[in-house]
């Protein structure tokens, strides 16, 4: 049932990919339980027993971290937080801790229980300890197939977004276009709103968030222009940086 | 321009104060829209601005861009982990219904990690100012002769064309285009105008011809500037180091930034000087 869904879904792609898709992965459980909640929300609540053929597509064994998750035989809901660690404060992320490891493999595995593929050998893999992750390929892979695949149920996508908040994002993007008329262009840089506007969302709902183990992996600490205090900004080379010290 | 010249490729030091205060004038717009109460979000939430930059940020340094029906921003979890290369192995894809797919560009080893491109791979100046990590595969860095922007626009050059080799320390030749109009819009506007009118034709004779007959000029304002940057860079760099970096986390890529543009530019200054 799973692979009709895939199948369906990929059909969209162009011809190199659904050659790759088809043929790779074929294996996807078949026991898996699919309730689709709406047109747009499919959610595949797979049992134990799934979940490791689901890792086929997997490390063979992902080391889950500290943190221990609730059963996953779970029912189907549209509240799937059975991988939100407990003991946090109002279930939001603690932005402010630098210190505590990403928990990027309870990310894998809920995002692989929503139908995220990855090509054999394809692992996260980290340099330093943890703090900045990569995908490593563990066995080799050919020009032209794929390396992962991410249903659209669990990608952030500004159209979408745009359409879920309707009126309310639609001010605050006028809002943006008048604040932002003196330099102009701003239109292009509404996309972004969308995510950042998400993200936030998502954030507040805490451990009630669909995406909160997505949210548990990020990083907190930046290091781009946005983040440079202004002890930083003073030591770039200079043009026009003064007039931008305005937060 | 002399053959001397044709070979050597230069300009300008600092966009980067330049992209990373767009960035943040950016960041502040959005959250005084959030500020202003249309968005369902609690008042605790918009009011916090660890959380409001740390949101701008996963979003800024993780989306990928595609156009579906419009120009559209998405971002996947797992796929936004992959990082940067200047010959990335793997290219995204999404169809039309969202779903996302990387795809293998080239035959990939057991052991290679997966790559994309996150911007313009001859300039890492503005991956550092998005993403905050500097590239060390690029070949080029962009002329930074932001003083020099009017011109530069005036002639419809490009910045992805105004750059500096990082092994040499070449000069492109529309650098050198860049800085002679400006000296001519100086000194001769009719010469000025002539001068637009041959690049805007392609001609090459006559770019040439005021290419030789200034190059003295040329060289000078060229050195000028190298120098500027040399020295801003050094300035700035000494500058950063006296900052705690417990404190202030950002400083050693800054400086490695820095320092990157200055020993580029050192090689400029050496075949400067060669010239005369």
Known sequence: MVNILLQRRCIKFHCKEQKVLSSQYTSIPNNCNMKTISTSLVIVACSAASMSCASAFSPPAIATPTKTHTSTTSTTTTKLNQYAPTGMQQGLI????????????????????????????????????GNDYTLIANQGLSAGSSAIYCPSDIVLNSGNIQDEFGTSLLQAEQAVMQID??????????????LMVKILTEYEKGQDSLFFP?????PKQ?????????????????????????? | MCTKCTSNYLSLPSILGWLTSNER???????????????????????NKEVVKWAYNVALTRYHECFLSERTKVIAPMVDMINHSSQPNCEIQVDYEGNVNVVALYDIQAGETLSISLGDPTNPTPIFAQYGF??????????????????????????????????????????????LYE??????????????????????????????????????????HVYMIQ???????????????????????????????????????QLLEQMG
């Not at chain 1, 593929?117 to 996260?124: R, S, Y």
């Not at chain 2, 001609?203 to 060229?222: G, I, R, S, V």
């Open chain 1, 94 to 129: 603690n932005i402010a801790d630098i210190y505590t490891p990403r928990d990027v493999y309870t990310m894998e595995q809920w995002a692989t229980q929503y139908g995220l593929q990855k090509a054999p050998g394809i692992e996260l893999y980290s340099e330093d300890g």
């Open chain 1, 181 to 194: 008329a003196a330099v102009g262009e701003a239109q292009y840089r509404l996309p972004l709103l969308r």
């Open chain 1, 214 to 218: 997505w949210l548990n992996s990020l």
């Open chain 1, 222 to 247: 930046f290091y781009n222009g946005v983040s440079m205090t202004k002890a930083c900004f003073s030591c770039l080379p200079p043009y026009a940086g003064e007039f931008a010290l305005v937060l």
């Open chain 2, 25 to 47: 004038i950016n960041y502040s717009h959005f959250a005084m829209a959030l500020r202003q109460g249309y968005v369902p979000l609690s008042q605790e939430t918009i009011s």
């Open chain 2, 134 to 179: 500097l590239p060390n595969d690029c070949s080029t860095i962009f002329c930074k002769a932001m003083h020099l922007e009017p011109q530069i626009k005036e002639l419809g050059y490009d910045f992805t064309e105004l750059l500096i080799q990082r092994e040499t320390g070449e000069i492109a030749p529309k650098v050198w285009d860049i800085f």
């Open chain 2, 183 to 224: 000296i001519l819009q100086q000194n001769d506007p009719n010469a000025a105008n002539q001068f637009y009118q041959a690049v805007q034709n392609n001609d090459e004779a006559t770019k040439e011809q005021y290419n030789a007959e200034y190059f003295p000029y040329t060289l000078q304002a060229l050195k000028d």
């Open chain 2, 231 to 269: 020295r801003d860079c050094k300035t700035l760099t000494y500058q950063a180091q006296t900052y705690d970096v417990n404190t202030h986390p950002r400083v050693p890529v800054i400086v490695a930034h820095n320092e990157l543009v200055a020993a580029t530019f050192a090689m400029t200054e």
